[in-house]
Every structure is written in structure tokens, then in C-alpha cells.
């Protein structure tokens, strides 16, 4: 079972555990900064070495090729464009001993096989998905953090290291886990950032203020959010009419009122329709009584 852990702390020790960073883009130069504020002995490199100059003013050590800084540090951190550019660039290091920490954007598959091809290597793995952009990390207040997943010997022993720069979340042994909360996550926040685009969408062309919508539509949204409780609940013990208020059959027959205003607005409602259209097929098929939980099962078959 997941054990989910998290922290934002720095290590109070004198000796600060050496680190090397793979990866100098906005994110990969906002993480070596605070390692190396934090007292971190860094190393980096980066494919277009100019962006490393900054780094080396800050005390960073610049290696000349990735092998060189890979060699440099036990605690290896890579962060780059694609689950691609990390095979390229670590298939001419040696990994034998090496703690391999992949901070590169990647899917829960090829999480998986990035660890086993770690693991044939000689190197210990762990996978992460980053939740926050460049201006949050190293802020506390600002609320980023890290998903981890695989290795939970090797989580426990870098932690201290791992969550100077943003805070961490351990979510499970299983390598491909952290990318699986981080698509899902995001998921989530396209879906409602597709939302909020239709609700603005729908004033666009009245005399209201988009400014005065706002704090109206983020106020919903907030009072909305707590309802993924009950989605999880429902989800967890089969019965999905538990505790419903807004039942499917009747959020069916509001759906043509969305539909009209959004025709009458010279709206389109392509992100609206494919939501609407999977709510009928669920209600052909089950309760009316039940809440919306059941158009997952629709999704995930």
C-alpha cells in the first residue's frame, strides 16, 4: 500500500550530500539554485553549456560531458526534455552503484521500463513527478511538490536532499506511479481550466466584465472540489447512490439548457458534448438515482 509522505526540509547536518543535475532548462536551473543555496556540493551539466555559466558564478561545478558528471556524484538527479533525451544522455555514463533519481516528464510505462533499464545498469532508481513550475520551487509557502515512486529504501535515504527544493510525496514501490498521479492530476486541471474556458466563452460577447466572473467562478469551483471525496468513496464501495443530491437522471434533462445557451451565445459546445454524451450513455445503462461516478466506469473500460 502507498505510503504517502510530505516535507519540505533541509538538511541540518554540516555535510550536505553531493548532488548531480542533468538538465539546465527553467526548471532543472530552479532546482540546482536552491540545492546550492542550501550548502549542496552540485555538479551539472547541460547540453548547451552557456546555460551552466550562472550556475558555476554560484559555486556549481560545470562538467565537460554527462559520463564526467554522472562519475562525479553517487546521488544522480536528471531533468530533461522526454523519457528519450534521458536514454541518449545517460548511454554513455557508467551507472554501476549510482542512485538515479528521473525528474523528466514521462508516462507511467515508460517509467517502468526507465527503471528496469536502470536496474541493468548497475543503478538504483527513482521516479518523479514534478508538481509545481519553475517561480515555486524552493518557496514553501508556494505549495509545489514532487511525486516519488519506486525504490522506498532509496526515497528515505536521498529525502533530506530530495525535498530542498520542493516538498515530497511518496506514492508507492511501483516505478510508474508517480507519473500516474501526475497525468492524473493534470488531467483533472485541464479538465477544468476546459471548463472555466467555456464559462468565459458564454460572456465573451455581453457587457460583463470577465474580471467580475472570476472570483464568482473560482468561489464554484472551490465549493465544487470537495465533491471528489464522495467520488472516491463511491468508487471504493460500488454503491454510487450514497449521499447523492444532484441524482444523473435529473443532471440529463438539465443538459439541454447548456446546450441551448451555448447556441444562443454563439458558443461552441465541443467541450461541453463529449461529458454531456457519456452522463445519457451511463443512464441507458444504469440507475438514475446513482450521482455521475458511474461515467468512469464508462472511461475505463
Known amino acids: ?10 538538511t541540518t547536518t554540516a555535510d550536505r550530500t553531493p548532488v548531480t543535475l542533468l538538465g539546465l532548462g527553467t526548471m532543472g536551473t530552479a532546482l540546482a539554485r536552491t540545492w546550492l543555496a542550501a550548502g549542496h556540493p552540485l555538479t551539472v551539466w547541460n547540453r548547451t553549456p552557456a546555460r551552466a555559466e550562472a550556475l558555476a558564478a554560484e559555486g556549481a561545478k560545470v562538467a565537460d560531458d554527462a559520463a564526467e558528471a554522472v ?5 544522480i538527479v536528471v531533468c530533461l526534455l522526454d523519457d528519450t533525451s534521458v536514454g541518449d544522455v545517460l548511454a554513455g555514463t557508467d551507472l554501476t552503484g549510482r542512485d538515479l533519481v528521473n525528474l523528466t516528464t ?52 536521498h529525502r533530506p536532499t530530495l525535498a530542498v527544493p520542493l516538498a515530497t510525496t511518496y506514492v508507492g514501490e511501483d516505478p510508474g506511479f508517480a507519473a500516474l498521479h501526475d497525468v492524473a492530476l493534470l488531467s483533472a486541471m485541464y479538465g477544468m481550466l476546459a471548463g472555466a474556458a467555456h464559462a468565459f466563452a458564454l460572456i465573451r460577447k455581453e457587457n460583463i466584465d470577465p474580471t467580475t466572473l472570476a472570483p464568482l467562478l473560482a468561489d464554484w ?37 447548456f446546450l441551448r445557451t451555448a447556441e444562443e451565445q454563439g458558443v461552441s459546445p ?32
Open 106 to 157: 514521462s508516462t507511467p510505462a515508460q517509467a517502468r521500463a526507465r527503471a528496469e533499464w536502470a536496474r541493468e545498469r548497475g543503478a538504483r532508481y527513482l521516479d518523479g513527478g514534478i508538481m509545481a513550475v519553475p517561480p515555486m520551487v524552493g518557496i514553501p509557502q508556494a505549495g509545489g511538490y514532487v511525486f516519488y515512486s519506486g525504490s522506498h529504501d532509496l526515497f528515505d535515504r
Open 71 to 75: 562519475a562525479a556524484n553517487s546521488l
Open 221 to 257: 469551483l472551490t465549493a465544487m472540489a470537495p465533491s471528489v471525496h464522495q467520488t472516491a468513496d463511491h468508487l471504493r464501495t460500488g454503491d454510487y447512490t450514497t449521499g447523492v443530491v444532484s441524482n444523473l437522471a435529473m443532471q440529463v434533462a438539465g443538459t439541454p439548457t
Open 270 to 301: 465541443e467541450l461541453l458534448t463529449p461529458y454531456f454524451e457519456l452522463m445519457r450513455r451511463r443512464l441507458a445503462e444504469a440507475s438514475g438515482e446513482e450521482d455521475l461516478t458511474g461515467v468512469i466506469d464508462l472511461l475505463a473500460r
Open 1 to 10: 500500500m502507498a505510503q504517502n509522505t510530505v516535507e519540505n526540509t533541509t
